[in-house]
């Protein structure tokens, strides 16, 4: 129940709808009890022949009315509200999500986060719904029905009468605990199966090569058992729900008939309340139901909601409390130490360099030396360990989060197109750009015929839905999204390792001949791309191994120039 | 278009084959699960008349005569307690049924899945597939144990309360049977209103999916261009068509489902006591009857409220089925049963043309042959169709011209388990099953154990695994013993070796191991030199050095053959130049350490 105490504040914020969906379920449970109430009166009034029981009829068929309506109100209303928290929580989940930097997405992987946003948010919906309306509702029948029985009817009649519905309830505890327990077993053998399936899929070439099918086939069916025993046993669970209620109520309704037959003989009863009373024994299944179902989903709503306020109570993971914008953009880098979160193992260490506005530097280095790590600790998606980094004359720290973005229009390794049309993503770094202009950064980036070619040109949409665009298609449509932004630094990380050597080459003559006093880092595996950079720093584990400018480097054996002797060799090869 | 839905169409029936065959499957279990539902129901529809002969036999008329009402306490005792223990019985019946035709399925379309050909496998998407054999089927489940049996329960009980009230009076009957037209009435307009809204709701939950999955993989670009708060906001618009489009489908369940049908149960309820009432200016009327259908009236919604409720999973359900029916219909890989063995393992490739898209040929006319217990090495770029020639000769895929022969016969004329005994493969990675280490070797194959050993000792296995705590039964593989990349790669070529195979070919089993491993490796090749035909596919040409001959493919084409020192002596080859490459390659890993 202290889910409901955390979510304190979306009831108190919606007290006013929250309240009227209670009063209206109040309503139909109030109203509810006067049906067997009348019939009873009918046919008392029948029976003793005192006449018509028009009065009666009539006032039921309004009371049918009535309760349809309110019935109608309250879904809309609580229900309403219900997925407006759904809404509430996923806007924050989402907005949190745009807040977080990469230490984050290390930790959380995206099934995961994926779980959170959708079925979790649904429990949580479903616990301010149906967990509200099954509470509400079944202690609110329970207690009026009670009430009829007791005060209204006979409270000897209903003490007999009621003395199966603490076996019943006891009945749907257990049964609930071993559904779920078995549930969860279940569960487990289903999971096995998927990874099982998944693996021999996976693995179908050994499969094929050793002739393992029948294998295979005996191992997947002996999971497939274990799955069906386990559904089996919450099958047989799940049916001794059916004959403990109608147990208890078959047993209710021979003691209510039978005490009040004899009460009746006593003249204490008459047969219309013997028939209310029996009508209103069935309107009790329902609470006992209700509370089951209640502890069930509020249990689930409130780990759902710990998993999500734990989500949303993660501080960013980069604090944007910087106050003031770059002075230009030269980069200056310090002593720069830094180590993954979960990792000892420095990622980079003393590293120093400068770049000058409109300067162009080269990254080289083996897989795995920290090039993209470096790069990305200019922009701020890591916090640095040691050392610094001044962009535009101030600390990092110092200047706003999105100042400091605005410095550089990066490129990642792996081109990220949105679902949404080839122009908006290239606009995505300017957003209000002409066509015209973002024609001319498709030009730039070689990529202009390619969309032209298009059935729907820059139109076309891209993504699940759209257009599947190949390897080099989408790099070049990502650095023509670098292009079309102003920043003063270009940042291409690995960024045409997916675009033949010709293409590449025409880009970066495009790129030296149209920067704008643009400063420049290109990391690349292909040295080729390096060759004009002002100065290129090597990288090795994390440290610098070498720098200089091309000439220099070739000048010294060392990586750098057996790599470029080795690409080469590589080239000459590929030319047979 | 209308081919399109001719097609759903059909697959809608295979579906409903498929899923239909599977009940009338065990025709005993079916009937049982009927006889037990049939007298479920009879045990307590006759409940309420128990009641009924009470009210109006007994109490009203002051009539209490030990003997039969004993009688019929004791008949009402037996009815509920029978139908409580039947219904349970039946629900267990259905339920097995119900299990049992998934497993079998499950098992059909795994079986059906394996035995389909590599090439559907380069077409197909592995996470589909699995959600096929698994996802499907659970949905396939539901239909069985909730639709099935939910749906036949109420409508049995349904029949039997009508029945029952038709014997007790008729005409209060009429009255109450009009609840099903109006109920089945307000479904089917449930049906048409809620229709739109709730498949343009369960759209938007998956483009809010999407978005999600999507901005998280994307979050660096977002963030580089500043561009948060536009995806805020295309977020939140999203959110909001949402909610809009499940109010729509709230407002139409609200309208026309469980409130509408308590309108209509109250409407009839006023109804039959207005009918009493007629009865009773009449002077036929009995209040126990009232009693009776009082009491069934109570349990007469609900049914109707289940069963419409189930639709939805049925529909789910022959979706499902659907596309497991289409699954079953591929076709799967055609074996000759030829009784032809390989016994020399000699191995000719003749003018092979092949493509796995037309227009891209892959291999062209390629002519190879190899003598039993030769050594020969593919070496070339990747994408040069040197897998592809393996994939061939495992009888993967197949030429589309010329012929590959073993032994002087062709492929053809090997059925599966003897072209598989009769070829060992030392695939790329290597894979290691969470089994004991003889299961591992043995891969199911049911081998002699000599053999095993004899396999573990040729690929210099067997003292390690006399070293592990149980040897041959030590659990391999996650939870288990961990072996080393180099002990890897020997388990690998044990259990190659295990089928006592004629040919054994290595696919790329060096190209990403340390050269320690790769010594492993190559002192095995050498052991096995002259007695085994060897075709070994490599990227490192140090694996290769000391075959009989070695091609050098390119675009599907051999260009260069001979052995090592032929081909390094044309220092303008191909050869020589990947040679060198690889020196120089030893030279960049040297400073990387």
């Known amino acids: 129940m202290t889910l409901f105490l955390k979510l304190g504040w979306f009831f108190r914020q919606h007290w006013r709808t929250y309240t009227l969906a209670l009063l209206m379920l109040a309503g139909v449970a109030v109203l509810n009890m006067a049906v067997p109430w009348l019939i009873g009166r009918a046919i008392d009034a029948l029976v003793s022949g005192a006449g018509e029981a028009r009065v009666q009829l009539l006032s039921l068929l309004a009371l049918g009315l009535a309760v349809y309506g309110l019935r109608f109100g309250w879904r809309l209303v609580l229900f309403g509200t219900s997925y407006r928290l759904g809404n509430l929580l996923r806007l924050r989940f989402y907005q949190r999500l745009t807040r977080q930097g990469q230490a984050f997405y290390n930790v959380h992987n995206t099934g995961d986060l994926m779980a959170r946003a959708t079925n979790d948010i649904d429990a949580v919906e479903l616990a301010a719904g149906e967990g509200v309306l099954s509470g509400f509702d079944g202690a609110l029948t329970l207690l009026l029905v009670l009430l009829m029985m007791l005060v209204v009817i006979d409270w000897r009649l209903t003490l007999v009468a009621l003395l199966p ?76 729900y059916e004959p403990v209620i109608f147990l208890s109520m078959a047993a209710a309704m021979a003691l209510s008939i039978g005490f009040g037959a004899w009460l009746i003989l006593q003249q204490a009863l008459t047969v219309g309340a013997l028939a209310s009373f029996i009508l209103y024994l069935g309107q009790l299944i329902w609470p006992m139901f209700a509370f089951g179902w209640l502890l069930n989903i509020v249990e689930r ?15 960013d993971s980069i604090a944007d409390c910087g106050e003031r914008v770059p002075d230009g953009a030269d980069i200056v880098v310090q002593g720069l130490d830094f180590s993954y979160p979960d990792s000892r193992a420095p990622a980079l260490l003393g590293i120093e360099f400068g770049l000058p506005a409109g300067g162009v530097l080269g990254i080289a280095g083996p897989t795995g030396a920290g090039k993209s790590t470096l790069v990305q600790l200019l922009m701020r998606y890591w916090e640095r360990s040691a050392g610094e980094v001044r962009f535009g004359g101030q600390p990092l720290q110092a200047l706003q989060l999105s100042a400091l973005r605005q410095g550089f229009a990066y490129v990642p390794q792996d081109a990220f197109l949105f679902s949404i049309s080839i122009a908006d993503n290239i606009a995505l770094s300017r957003p209000g750009a002409t066509l015209q202009e973002i024609e001319a950064a498709a030009r730039l980036a070689a990529v202009h015929e390619d969309i032209v070619a298009l059935p729907d040109g820059y139109r076309s949409l891209v993504g699940e839905r759209g257009l599947t665009l190949s390897g080099g298609q989408r790099q070049r449509l990502a650095i023509a999204r670098a292009l079309l932004s102003d920043a003063p630094v270009l940042v291409l990380d690995d960024a045409l390792s997916a675009v033949d050597v010709q293409t590449e080459q025409r880009i970066l003559e495009a790129l030296r001949r149209g920067r704008r006093g643009q400063s420049c880092i290109i990391i690349s595996h292909r040295l080729s791309a390096l060759q004009h950079a002002d100065e290129i720093l090597v990288l090795s584990h994390g440290q610098l191994m070498q720098r200089g400018d091309h000439e220099t480097l070739m000048a010294r054996d060392g990586w750098y120039s057996r790599m470029y002797n080795y690409q080469k060799l590589e080239a000459t090869l590929d030319a047979h | 278009m209308r081919t399109e839905s001719g097609q759903a169409a059909a697959d809608r029936q295979g579906a409903f084959r498929l899923l239909g065959d599977y009940v009338l499957r065990d025709r005993g279990l079916l009937t049982r699960a009927l006889l037990l539902l049939l007298l479920a129901t009879a045990a307590d529809v006759a409940g309420p008349v128990l009641i009924k002969i009470f009210i109006d036999d007994h109490l009203l008329v002051e009539h209490f005569e030990p003997r039969a009402l004993g009688l019929l306490f004791a008949g009402y005792l037996v009815t509920q307690l029978a139908a409580a223990w039947l219904r349970y019985r039946q629900t267990l019946r259905f339920s097995e049924m119900a299990l049992g035709a998934v497993l079998d399925i499950r098992k059909r379309v795994f079986g059906h899945v394996l035995r389909l050909p590599l090439a559907f496998y380069d077409r197909a998407i592995v996470g589909q597939l699995v959600s096929r054999i698994t996802n499907d089927t659970e949905a396939i489940k539901d239909l069985y144990v909730q639709f099935l049996s939910v749906v036949l329960t109420n409508l049995v009980l349904l029949l039997g309360i009508v029945v029952a009230m038709g014997l007790l009076d008729l005409q209060l009957m009429l009255i109450s049977l009009l609840l099903i037209p109006s109920v089945v009435g307000v479904i089917y307009l449930y049906q048409r ?72 149960s109250v409407l009839v309820l006023t109804a039959v006591v207005w009918g009493f009432g007629l009865q009773v200016e009449a002077g036929v009327a009995e209040v126990g009857v009232l009693y009776a259908f009082l009491s069934y009236l109570s349990r007469f919604t609900e049914p109707l409220a289940e069963i419409t409720q189930r639709f939805n999973l049925y529909q789910q359900a022959m979706v499902a089925g659907a596309r497991v029916q289409q699954l079953l219909q591929e076709t799967p890989e055609h074996w ?56 061939l000769l495992l009888n993967f895929y197949q030429p589309s011209a010329g012929t590959i022969r073993i032994d002087n016969q062709p492929l053809q004329a090997y059925s599966q388990a003897a072209l598989r005994a009769g070829i060992g493969l030392i695939p790329q990675e290597p894979f290691v099953l969470a089994a004991s280490v003889r299961d591992n070797i043995d891969m199911g194959r049911g081998l002699a154990f000599e053999a095993i050993q004899r396999a573990a000792r040729q690929a210099h296995l067997h003292p390690v695994i006399e070293s592990l705590p149980r040897r041959y039964e030590t659990e391999l593989g996650e939870r288990g013993t961990r072996l080393s990349t180099g002990q890897r790669q020997q388990l690998i070529i044990a259990r190659a070796l295990a089928g006592a195979p004629r040919i054994l070919l290595l696919d790329e089993a060096t190209s990403s191991v340390d050269s320690e491993t790769e010594q492993v490796v190559q002192q095995a090749l050498a052991e096995l030199h002259g007695e085994v035909t060897l075709i070994v596919v490599a990227h490192r040409l140090s694996t290769v050095r000391q075959a009989d001959r070695i091609l050098v493919m390119s675009h599907g084409e051999f260009v260069e053959a001979g052995s090592h020192e032929e081909l390094m002596r044309g220092p303008r080859g191909i050869y020589a130049s990947m040679y060198r490459l690889q020196q120089q390659a030893h030279r960049i890993e040297a400073l990387e350490r």
């Not at chain 1, 709503?301 to 501080?315: C, H, K, N, Q, V």
């Open chain 1, 165 to 240: 519905f603490p076996l019943m309830a006891l009945g749907f505890y257990r049964i609930s605990r071993s559904v779920h327990h078995q549930f969860q077993r279940a569960l487990e053998h289903f999971s096995r199966l998927n990874d099982r399936t998944q693996e021999a899929l996976a693995g179908i070439r050994l499969v094929k090569a050793m002739g393992r099918e029948g294998a295979e086939d005996a191992a997947f069916a002996e999971i497939a058992q274990c799955a069906a025993d386990s559904n089996y046993r919450v099958a047989r669970s799940e049916a001794l």
């Open chain 2, 193 to 264: 209103l809620s229709g739109a809204a709730v498949s343009d709701s369960r759209e938007l939950r998956s483009d809010i999916n999407a978005a999600v999955s999507e901005s998280i993989g994307g979050m660096p670009v977002i963030q580089a261009c500043n561009r948060q708060q536009a995806f805020v906001d295309r977020f939140d618009g999203l959110n909001d068509r949402y909610y809009r489009a499940r109010m729509r489908s709230v407002r139409a369940g609200a309208m026309l489902l469980r409130p509408a049908i308590d309108l209509l």
């Open chain 2, 336 to 391: 000759s049963g030829g009784g032809a063995r390989i016994h020399a393992g000699a191995v000719r490739f003749a003018a092979v043309d092949f493509h796995y898209r037309p227009g891209k040929p892959v291999l062209k006319q390629l002519e190879l042959e190899v003598p039993a217990g030769g050594f020969y090495a593919v070496v070339g770029h990747t994408g040069s169709g040197k897998s592809t020639l393996l994939n």
């Open chain 1, 301 to 315: 709503g409130s780990a759902a909601f710990d998993r999500i306020e734990s989500l949303l109570e993660t501080p």
